[in-house]
Structures are given as structure tokens and as C-alpha cells.
């Protein structure tokens, strides 16, 4: 049968989901775990890779397996198996049709940023952090002109392996609780470091140097050199993918709650 996961994760210890030959990854800590509930190989896809450093908190995976246990079973089990700031949130079956990276309809990102003259402590690998002041309204301006349909080669990062860099960003949302602001990003697909390198961009405008207008600009120069440098990975988090409603699978789990 076909299984379907989403998992959550502290990304400060690993490089990255895609597993690599060091097993410091998420994916290989997962398969570890995976196989070792199960006892046989298991091989996961998932939604969307993350980057080193990069949190997530529903990652969307799906494989095939012959074990027929209940899916609270897989969910028990599996975390017996994993460190501590990885974690399996829920288990259910699905089609052979499913396909956890195709069947998305969109995926979403939030990145948390922390604004104060104080370099975060507790928080340290959660968080970004700036310590100039910054303006919503001008950062909202700023966002609207990447909305839509749209060539993102200038916040593409050298080694991304899409096939295309057009893609379609569908909602970008900013707010501000305090000395933490949370930006909310929606798309299709996203390209490697895009969203870190449009949080680099925002931040400019929203510390007034430069306008909104700008970005308009660095967009259709579809030049990575006109746009701000990548910005820290520490408050970016996965939210997962969206799917149709006929998959019956959860949209959100319960670390959207404490998100900082």
C-alpha cells in the first residue's frame, strides 16, 4: 500500500532533507527510523526539499510498503526510532495515484523574523534577526509587485535544478506581533533560495533603502546580481503542501500554533 506522512522538523542540526553520503539529513534519520519499525528498506519522496538550517512543520512524504499496520501505529512507531527534533505528526493511506511533490496544488513557506538591537538567545535557529527598525507598509508594496505569474531567474540561486524559473507566487503575507514579524509565502513551486532571497529584498525596502518600485526592477532584470544577498536561513519554515480535498489529508498540524 501507498502511505503518506508529514513530518516536522528542527532543521538546526541537518544539511538539509536530501539525503547525502554523511547521513546528516532528514531524510536519511527518517528512512533510518522508517526501516527500523518496519525491517525493510524504505525510500521516501517528499513535497519540497529544504535547505540546511531550514525547519519545517509539515513536510509531506509518501512510499510504498507491503506492512499492513494501522497508520497510528506508523506514527508511534517511526518516532521511537527518531532523534528528538524530528517527528512523525500523522500517517494515513492513500491511491497509488498519490503522488505527495505532484499531486500539490501549492506549497507554503513562512519565514519569522525577529526585529531588535539584541541578537535572539532563545529563540537562536528559530529566527531571523535585523536590528534596524522596519516599515510594513512599504515591505507590502514592495511584495504585491512579485505577485502573479512571473520569471524569478534574480532570486534564483546558482545551483537550483528547476527546469523553468517562471513560476506563480500566489500570496505573500506580512505582519507584525511586537518585536516578531511573520511573512507568508504561497506559490506553485518554488525555485532554491527564492524565498530567502526575496526576504533579503523586503528587509532593504522595509528599512527605506529602497523604494518598492525597486523590486519591480530586480524582477525583470532576471539577474541574480540585482537583487539584495540571501538572507539567514533560521526562521524559514516549511508549512507544506496544499492538495485537493478528495486526498482527505490534514493542511496544517499542530506547530503552526507556536510558531514564534
Not at 520569471?151 to 524559473?165: H, I, K, N, V
Request: proline letters at 6%; aromatic letters at 10%.
Amino acid at each position: 500500500m501507498r502511505l503518506a506522512l508529514g513530518i516536522s522538523y528542527n532543521g538546526q542540526a541537518y544539511q538539509g532533507w536530501q539525503s547525502q553520503l554523511s547521513g546528516q539529513t532528514v531524510q536519511d534519520q527518517l528512512e533510518l527510523a522508517l526501516g527500523k519499525f518496519s525491517a525493510h528498506r524504505v525510500s521516501t519522496l517528499c513535497a519540497g526539499r529544504t535547505d540546511a538550517g531550514v525547519h519545517a512543520l509539515m513536510q509531506v512524504v509518501h512510499f510504498d510498503t507491503a506492512l499492513d499496520r494501522p497508520t497510528s501505529s506508523w506514527v508511534r512507531g517511526t518516532n521511537s526510532f527518531l532523534p528528538r527534533d524530528i517527528a512523525v505528526e500523522w500517517a494515513q493511506t492513500v491511491t497509488p495515484e498519490f503522488h505527495c511533490r505532484a499531486s500539490a496544488l501549492s506549497r507554503r513557506y513562512a519565514y519569522v523574523l525577529l526585529q531588535s538591537p539584541v541578537r535572539p538567545s532563545v529563540d537562536t535557529g528559530r529566527v531571523g534577526w535585523v536590528f534596524r527598525p522596519l516599515s510594513i507598509e512599504p515591505m507590502r508594496e514592495a511584495a504585491a509587485r512579485l505577485l502573479g505569474k512571473h520569471d524569478f531567474t534574480s532570486f534564483r540561486a546558482s545551483a537550483c535544478q528547476a527546469l523553468s524559473p517562471v513560476k506563480t507566487l500566489q500570496r505573500i503575507d506580512i505582519s507584525q506581533r511586537g518585536a516578531y514579524w511573520h511573512f507568508e509565502f504561497e506559490a506553485n513551486a518554488f525555485l532554491h533560495h527564492m524565498i530567502r532571497n526575496i526576504m533579503g529584498c523586503l528587509l532593504v525596502v522595509g528599512q527605506g533603502r529602497q523604494s518598492p518600485d525597486w523590486l519591480r526592477g530586480v524582477l525583470l532584470a532576471r539577474n541574480r546580481d540585482a537583487a539584495a544577498p540571501t538572507f539567514s536561513p533560521d526562521g524559514l519554515y516549511f508549512l507544506g503542501p496544499r492538495y485537493a480535498p478528495h486526498w482527505g489529508l490534514p493542511d496544517r498540524t499542530p506547530g503552526f500554533d507556536g510558531l514564534p
